[in-house]
């Protein structure tokens, strides 16, 4: 997942973290997880292409915050892979206790096997 790193771990200050953010996160921040890497088939066999799907889940202090800031990872998904396929809306929620907005996009995308 590297690969995915790499093309959003500008945004958000910085603030970009697998699966849980730091305990001392300032937001806005990203927190990605990844879902599923599964090999393409065709009838002749391998393609040698993975099939990868990544939640990604913004948090910030406003809602408009966190879906600007899923535009920029979209945007920045974009500029670094030609091979977006999907991307889903899941969920917008307001978490009380943390006072804050949650975005959560899935993102499918292609790349070579054996890719970091």
């Known amino acids: 997942m590297q690969d995915f790193f790499d093309a959003i771990k500008d945004l958000a200050g910085g603030e970009v973290y697998a699966l849980v953010a730091a305990e001392n996160t300032q ?62 809306m899941g969920l917008s929620e307001f978490e009380d206790q943390a006072r804050l907005y949650r975005v959560s996009v899935d993102y499918t995308y292609h790349r070579p096997v054996g890719s970091p």
């Open 27 to 88: 937001y806005p921040a990203i927190v990605y997880t990844p879902i599923v890497q599964e090999h393409i088939f065709g009838i002749d066999g391998p393609h040698g292409l993975q099939r990868v799907r990544v939640q990604v889940d913004t948090y910030a202090r406003t809602y408009q915050e966190a879906l600007h800031l899923q535009d920029q990872v979209l945007a920045a998904l974009l500029a670094d892979k030609s091979t977006v396929a999907d991307v889903r």
